[in-house]
């Protein structure tokens, strides 16, 4: 069955099964849960426990879609006029023009904290439970993607070094994009080497996965990016385009993806992995320049 529907039947599930409180908000939540998407970081999440063996359950499903629930809730604040204020996303209105600020906010609320309750009532080992709700807690909040936000948002039109525009990247985008990798190895009980090595992998791709995004932003038009353009270049940000140039761009997009590819080809060797999954979707973020 097709990972994409399942996950996304889970988070449907999750807010079927509760007694709603206010229907209004409910709908709000499904909107932007509905709005398409990619689903990369809870797909990564179920390719990697299929790479080590495991056979799914309902209880991988609801990690990877709480997962998905968090960055859902985190495209809906980023798109509101005080943040990124774009009115398209996904190729649709954002949430705040489908309904109004406060039901965004509330809503990306909403998915924000209903995540861990999600995780908390899957039928998994509880020290697994346990350390999975710390580990998104950490990488999505203060110390994570909220932080990096923040970083992000001051940076506007100030001129930053590569460096401050790596470690606003590593935490904005990054720390959410570790999480599945991490996550993985914990659920299938792998060696503190092996989830080391899972989170170098979750870092690379990160970083990959903000080069591609900053490439794009300069690159794609609305119809391939289902948002609006040049939005960071019109925010005066700083972009690894703007200070690396295209092809220096390129060259580290291609540069992190290659050292992915050794991490997991070197795990296939020494353990029970098949990388077959996440070299999918890796070659899936290669863009040819």
């Known amino acids: 069955m097709d990972k994409i529907w399942q996950i996304d039947r889970a988070i449907r599930t999750y807010y079927q099964s509760q007694d709603v409180v206010s229907p209004e908000l409910v709908e709000a939540i499904l909107y932007s849960i509905d709005s398409g998407g990619k689903r990369i970081r809870p797909r990564i999440l179920l390719d990697l426990l299929d790479g080590f063996g495991l056979e799914l359950t309902k209880a991988h499903f609801d990690v990877a879609a709480a997962l998905e629930m968090i960055h859902t809730g985190s495209l809906i604040h980023d798109d509101l006029p ?4 774009d009115d398209y ?14 039901t965004a906010i509330l809503a990306a609320d909403s998915l924000f904290l209903d995540a861990s309750g999600l995780i908390a009532e899957a039928d998994l080992d509880n020290d697994i439970k346990i350390r999975l709700i710390q580990l998104l807690s950490r990488l999505s909040g203060t110390f994570g993607m909220v932080g990096g936000q923040m970083l992000d948002m001051k940076g506007e039109g100030q001129s930053l070094t590569l460096e401050q525009v790596q470690l606003i990247h590593a935490n904005k985008t990054g ?10 190895g914990h659920i299938s009980k792998q ?4 989830i080391a090595d899972l989170s170098t992998a979750g870092q690379l791709i990160g970083l990959a996965f903000q080069v591609r995004d900053d490439i794009l932003d300069v690159t794609a ?9 040049n939005k960071d270049l019109e ?3 700083s972009t690894y385009p703007a200070l690396l ?10 540069n992190s993806l290659n050292q992915a590819v050794a991490i997991f080809q070197k795990m296939e060797e020494e353990t029970v992995f098949k990388a077959d999954g996440m070299m999918t979707i890796i070659e899936r973020l290669r863009l040819h320049a």
């Open 82 to 85: 005080a943040m990124d204020n």
């Open 89 to 102: 996303r996904r190729g649709r209105l954002t949430n705040h023009k489908k309904f109004d600020e406060a």
């Open 175 to 184: 720390a959410l994009l570790v999480f599945p990798f991490i996550a993985a």
């Open 191 to 194: 060696s503190d080497r092996v």
């Open 221 to 229: 038009d609305f119809e391939s990016l289902g948002k609006t353009p």
């Open 235 to 237: 925010a005066a940000k």
């Open 245 to 254: 140039g295209l092809g220096k761009s390129y060259e580290v997009l291609e």
